[in-house]
């Protein structure tokens, strides 16, 4: 449990020291509680996880939960107006005096978060010195100098409001500048003139989240929050909220609504309990609350494991009078986080040696011809990332992983790994779906609070990189395709998808590949679309000739960049393959079945069929696949020549750091892998999704005794 609430001007050590005291008591009674997992919801309700509660003369307030169908994936605050539920955030936005100081606090933090996503990048690259100092001087410092000036401004201007505020709110611009204060001393701190280092990558997300809270501070409602109770007040006549679940982290914050002024109010008091997800709050009837229970994190990395654990620190009453919670339980400060540790947290990839670029280019030039060698990265992700492949980011070096689902991570987080440092980067804190973590096809739709998308059941192969946008995109959501920007670490939006792309189950079998011309997507009935970043839309290709349809487990596709062309396999679920290649000249736009000269023998081998990549060099359909023992008890790798059209055979060996493992790559048939092909240094890379491994073979076609399948 990973707890952030970091000293400043405006908290002292002793409140600093009581929630490190209150994070250690709950770790104790931790230990002797039981991991558990949350119970599924239903996925046909608009809003997921949010909260009710009915107010005197058929009143009611609504608040938190995620809206599957926002823009902003929030629902908002919502009251009852003659039996109807009715959204009152732009209402109540136009009488905050403080939403546009808010608003610009909030640009800046976004502004803070991609500096802090470049300077990750930058660490995490291994640059030697000069070429990182020059690196941070051509983009990063100017961006940090620009920061610093207007968190400047943004402070002064927090510390004398425009207009006449009342006293709530020159209070609450009081708070949002001792966060901007905290802020800018933190990026005033960095020394980014000879480089990125670890402490500077921590400093920049400290400050991102100091913002946010600075910006929560300023804002005419509560931050969004799940499974967060909502209780009526009756003497005071308030309804009252505490803490919640961010889904990347939980909250201790006290609000309440006043139902006749419409309007919100952060209650601040001295001190609270730790912060939780799923309690009770009971009105007591004469102007106290009582809170019981709720769960924290357990950063469980066990197969299936339960993410989360009850907090047993008995009763919590909060005096809505006097504004203040006692209890038998650990106080901890008020606004506090608490986030998931280990590898679910990004600092944990930023522990040990500085990432070398140099020494990891050296190690891959020397690799050996013919054989997967097993790079064991440090810092290795949790949980395992199956049900997905990998893509290769070609001009950032990296390979991204968007991966999980069914039995394995459900979150909304895009694993970067860079080739030249054989190192994992995080961007940003995990979060998960709740009681849908696991389900085999039951993820929600739409965005999440932080404006990001679920995995699905499955990814498969429904996402790539799009070499001509520079971004990722993935296609596996029903009605929306989303897009991740690797330079912000980060989804920056969506849109919709074509009718042909748009099914129930559309995750499976969707199949998206990267090529010159920009994406492409293998769909139903045989029909290929492009995506078209300048338009942000999918266009039919209309290809003349005849395709079959991708196939869920059983159908690859791979561009063959000697010829312009597509290579489309595919089988029946669950039957032998066939044998047969499709190809798609992309100039043309036509279609034809290439009937390989030996594709009888092909379809006599029952290999796995759902991965693959061209190798120019061999001018090879490479699979993902190993072919049944030879007499020495050697399995040979299939792949298609595309010269010869033909299928062969090669004799590929493997050593991994787990002696005794067979590694799963070349040879999974879990459809937990991916393979992509770095034409910058002429190797295959192979990531094992399930233990997230990763491999890399220098490929020498003549060298690895090639025989045709017979």
Known sequence: MRTLARPSASRSLAAVLALAAAAAAASAVGAAEKNYRLKDTDLKARVLWGAECDGPDGGGLAFGGEDQQADDGRPHTRVRDGGQWRAIHEALRAANPLQPLHDRVWAIRSRVKDAAAAARSVYFRGLPAPEERKAVEADLLGRVEKVRADLEAEARACESPPGRPGAYAQGQAKAAAARLRDALARIGALALADGVTDDAVRAMAAAQVELEQAAEALDAEPPPRALSPLVYEPRTGLYLLFGGDHLDYLTNDTWAFDPKARRWTNRRPPTAPSPRARHTLEAAGDGKVVLKGGYTYASNTDYCGGQYRDVADGEWVFDAIAGTWTGSGTAAPPDSRVYRTGPFHPDFYLAGPRPDAAAGEAHLADLPVNRWVDLAPPHRPRQNRDWGTVTLDPDRDQILVWSGGHSAHGGSDVLHYHLATNRWELP??????????????????????????????????????????????????????????????????????????????????????????????????????????????????????????????????????????????????????????????????????????NRAAAASVTFTIDRACYEPEGDLMLLCALLPPEEDGSRRTPAYDCAGNRWVSLRIGYETADEGRRPRVPGARGRSCGLVYDARRKLVWGVDTNRVDVYALRLDAKAASPKALD
């Not at 699905?456 to 946008?469: E, F, I, K, L, R």
């Not at 679309?529 to 839309?537: E, I, L, S, V, W």
């Not at 395709?547 to 159908?555: I, N, R």
């Not at 089988?571 to 290439?594: H, N």
């Open 428 to 597: 940003y804190p995990v979060e998960f779906p709740l009681g849908q973590l696991y389900s085999n096809t039951s993820y929600p739709d739409g965005f999440n609070f932080n404006r990001r998308p679920w995995v699905t059941g499955h990814t498969y192969q429904n996402y790539a990189y799009d070499p001509v946008s520079r971004r990722l995109v993935f296609t596996g959501h029903p009605g929306h395709f989303y897009v991740y920007d690797p330079d912000v670490a980060d989804w920056v939006g969506r849109g919709p998808k074509p009718k042909g792309m748009i099914y129930s189950g559309c995750f499976y079998d969707l199949t998206v590949c990267p090529t010159p011309w920009g994406l492409v997507c293998w769909a139903p009935e045989g029909r290929l679309y492009r995506y078209d970043p300048a338009a942000g839309a999918w266009k039919d290709l209309a290809v003349e000739g005849k395709l079959p349809g991708p196939a869920v487990d059983y159908s690859a596709i791979a561009y063959d960049a000697r010829r312009d062309r597509l290579l489309l396999i595919r089988s029946d679920y669950g039957k032998p393959f066939d044998g047969q290649v499709w190809a798609v000249d992309l100039k043309g736009l036509t279609a034809a079945a290439l009937e390989p000269a």
